[in-house]
């Protein structure tokens, strides 16, 4: 039974960083995101590709366990150009096609309207207003954005905030978005919009949640080869989510065992390029890296 639903980008990325260059890659927020649940939970993803879409990638996420029901097939497939100097944490983007995403109807298959653990992650903020619409009283929706949609769609962004329990942002979209340089404002604006939590991701530099008494700071792993970052956000929010559905806890102690889980994640995800590391990632991997935030911790 699918216990998270996940709408998002499926693409084909090119990406360049200091460390190599790939090509219509498997790539996209929801295939990160699902790829990262998947370790927890069982995803199921809505999302739209092209009919250029290889079918070797389809196959690398059916080996995943991810459900593609809701995945629609249209015109040409999401096209993301990016690339990252050598301060890593910031993706420049060179190009965005929408392509099939410019036309994508959301439409929620019948048997993922009751999933209870929803991540609304980086795609059109109206469509994520529109899968969240179609769907029976979730228990916990988790929704991420980034500039492009800060800058092209600013109020229905802030429209989807209101409506969900938990913000992932990374740093430079809090910025952006509250129009601030600083981050304790960002979140405290943020809160007052509705979600109970906000996540500011700071890219190798950790995660800080806020929530309405309190806060809490994630380490970043000291991570000696990175490779290429894309997808670390959506991996962060994948394995965030997939472990709150898999221990149904939303006390504040498990949420924060769950930006550790993301963080692990995430950091692995940097290691090599695109999915390439997910896809031979394994629940020890994760555990072993889990124990080490945990030593880092104390003091
Ligand atoms: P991140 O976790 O932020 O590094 O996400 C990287 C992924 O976001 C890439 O695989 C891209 O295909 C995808 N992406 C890039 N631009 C957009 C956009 N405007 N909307 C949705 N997804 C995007």
């Known amino acids: 039974m699918n216990d998270v639903l996940i709408i998002g980008t499926v693409a084909l990325d090119t990406i360049e960083t200091p460390f190599g260059k790939v090509e219509n890659a498997l790539g996209g927020s929801a295939t990160y995101a699902s790829f990262a649940a998947s370790f927890f939970s069982k995803p199921a993803i809505l999302s739209v590709v092209g009919k250029d879409f290889p079918n070797e990638y389809i196959d690398s996420m059916k080996k995943r366990n991810i459900d593609l029901e809701g995945l629609k097939v249209a015109g040409k497939t999401f096209h993301w150009e990016g690339f990252y100097e050598y301060d890593m944490n910031e993706a420049k983007t060179r190009k965005t096609e929408l392509n099939s995403l410019e036309h994508f109807k959301v439409d929620v298959p019948q048997e993922y309207k009751n999933i209870k653990y929803v991540f609304l992650a980086n795609i059109d903020p109206e469509h994520q207003l ?9 228990i916990l929706v988790v929704l991420d954005t980034m500039n492009f949609w800060i800058s092209h769609k600013k109020n229905s962004v802030l429209e989807a905030i209101k409506k969900v329990d938990v ?3 990374n740093d430079g979209e809090a910025r952006q ?3 601030t340089a600083n981050l304790v404002k960002a979140a405290n604006e943020a809160l007052s919009l509705g979600p109970k939590a906000v996540i500011i991701k700071k890219g190798e530099h950790g995660a800080l949640l806020f929530t309405k008494n309190k806060h809490f700071s994630a380490p970043g792993y000291p991570l000696e080869n990175i490779r290429d970052p894309t997808g670390c956000g959506d991996s962060f929010g994948g394995a965030f989510i ?4 898999k221990t149904k806890d939303l006390d504040e102690k498990n949420l ?3 930006i550790v889980y993301g963080s692990v994640v995430a950091s692995h995800n940097a290691e090599d390029f695109g999915l390439n590391r997910l896809k031979q990632l394994t629940m020890d991997d994760i555990e072993k890296r889990y124990k080490e935030f945990q030593d880092m911790r104390e003091f």
Do not use: I, T, V
């Not at 997939?242 to 559905?245: D, E, F, H, K, V």
């Open 177 to 179: 978005l509250f129009n």
């Open 130 to 138: 529109e899968a969240l619409n179609q769907m029976n009283k979730p």
């Open 167 to 169: 913000l992932l942002l």
């Open 242 to 245: 997939g472990y709150l559905a």
């Open 256 to 258: 924060r065992k769950s």
